[in-house]
């Protein structure tokens, strides 16, 4: 198989081609070309190549911004009618208000019945990437959005346990202070990683069934449990490193990794580059719990591929779906992406403890889409979440605050 990185910082598009027989390459559109995630995805593509040596594939991943520039490329490209064979998008509403919506995505259920996927993805998770009825996508991981990481040895010297409330990790937070130790790392340079800890204030402040009241309006934004959250995310605030604004969320999990903060909230992709850039070790360099007052429930981000319409190589394409839906490919991917597997019967061998942690709790919690990561509203009001957020970090205005998410949720 021959493997072209289009690895690319400047929104450039990494077109299919034949491949020298004439035949259309399968072209993988993703954002992973960081450590851990883009060895998980040639992990899987190394799958793919001993079932499918005849497959030419194009690894046609676009680097910067946390995926913001990769979806850039592929709303040009799908809108110009040039779409990839295949591409990453979250489960949810990225899925279905940009693509299902618009008419652009061929259904998957026969795919689904063909290799018995029905029960081997929870069903909450088969919704989350359904419409009226059809399936559109494959989920290939789960990453928990809702967790908190912190540097062992400070812990341990300063005689201190994790948080798991947020009076708890106000005590903790003046406890590190005192002693010069900055709190809570942040990289904001992209607003949605400050937009992430919001979004875990309102699950502990709701719960999974209120907090999803939000997204239908049934529970407006200026409701007591929201001013109360953002009062809440003000606070913490007051405990992040000066430096936030010109750090991305790689910087700030480093702050944690090399002990120069004790904490960061941050989805777990954050456990793929503490083990594979900085090869620490789980439970031993650092470690990790449930955002404050959020144990027992599970903010979701599924990452999936489905089949675009108009692409000419669509049987080559549910090929590389079987695959990446397939107990082999998720074992594959994500011991190294730092993810769990979608499918609910994985090798626990192939994980360590803290997967083995979050398939339990994946399990056994309450679910709820992330609105960080386009799973729980439409791109048009997680923007302006996004910018109000931003503004927020700097001002801390709450009133303010508040009445931009009021003005926001006209989009949902």
């Not at 919704?127 to 996508?137: A, E, L, P, T």
């Not at 144990?295 to 108009?310: A, C, S």
Request: glycine fraction near 8%; proline fraction near 4%; hydrophobic fraction near 40%.
């Amino acid at each position: 198989m021959s493997i072209f990185l289009a690895a690319c910082n400047n929104q450039e598009t990494a077109t299919s081609g034949g491949d020298e027989n004439g035949n259309e390459k399968l072209e993988i559109f993703s954002w992973w070309t960081g450590a851990g995630e883009e060895d998980g995805l040639l992990a899987l593509l190394d799958v793919f190549n001993e079932k499918y040596p005849d497959i030419a594939v194009e690894n046609a991943a676009v680097a910067g911004g946390a995926g913001t520039n990769a979806k850039a490329v592929l709303a040009s490209r799908m809108q110009g009618n040039d779409p990839p064979s295949t591409f990453q998008v979250h489960g949810g509403a990225e899925l279905n208000t940009s693509w299902v919506a618009a008419g652009k995505m061929e259904p998957l259920n026969d795919l689904y019945e063909q290799e018995g996927w029905n029960d081997k993805f929870p069903q909450d998770l088969i919704d989350m990437v359904s419409q009226d009825g059809n399936i559109y996508s494959v989920p290939v991981n789960i990453h928990r959005g809702n967790v908190l990481w912190y540097n062992k040895k400070i812990f341990e010297e300063n005689g201190l346990e994790p948080p798991t409330t947020f009076d708890e990790f106000f005590e903790v937070a003046d406890a590190l202070q005192a002693k010069g130790i900055t709190p809570l790392a942040l990289g904001d340079k992209e607003p949605w990683t400050a937009t992430q800890i919001f979004e875990n204030i309102l699950l502990a402040q709701l719960g999974a069934e209120d907090y999803g009241k939000l997204w239908t309006g049934e529970i407006p934004f200026d409701d007591a449990k929201v001013v109360e959250s953002a009062e809440i995310f003000k606070k913490m605030l007051a405990y992040i490193n000066e430096d936030h604004s010109s750090r991305n969320w790689q910087d700030a999990s480093q702050l944690v990794g090399n002990g120069e903060a004790a904490m960061n909230i941050m989805g777990d992709w954050a456990k793929g580059y503490f083990v594979n850039d900085l090869n620490l070790s789980v439970n031993e360099d650092f470690g990790y719990s449930a955002t404050p007052d959020s144990d027992g429930l599970f903010m979701v981000i599924t990452d999936t591929f489905g089949l675009p319409k108009g692409v000419e190589n669509a049987e080559d394409v549910k090929k590389f779906l079987s695959v990446l839906g397939s107990a082999e490919g998720q074992d594959a991917f994500n011991p190294l992406k730092g993810s769990i597997p979608a499918r609910v019967d994985a090798d626990l061998s192939k994980y360590d403890q803290y997967g083995k942690d979050t398939m339990e709790d994946f399990k056994n919690s309450a679910l709820a889409p992330s609105l960080a990561h386009g799973s729980a509203a439409p791109e048009g009001f997680l923007t302006r979440v996004n910018q109000a957020v931003n503004i927020f970090v700097t001002q801390q205005d709450v009133d303010q605050f508040i009445d931009s998410l009021v003005t926001a949720s006209a989009d949902l």
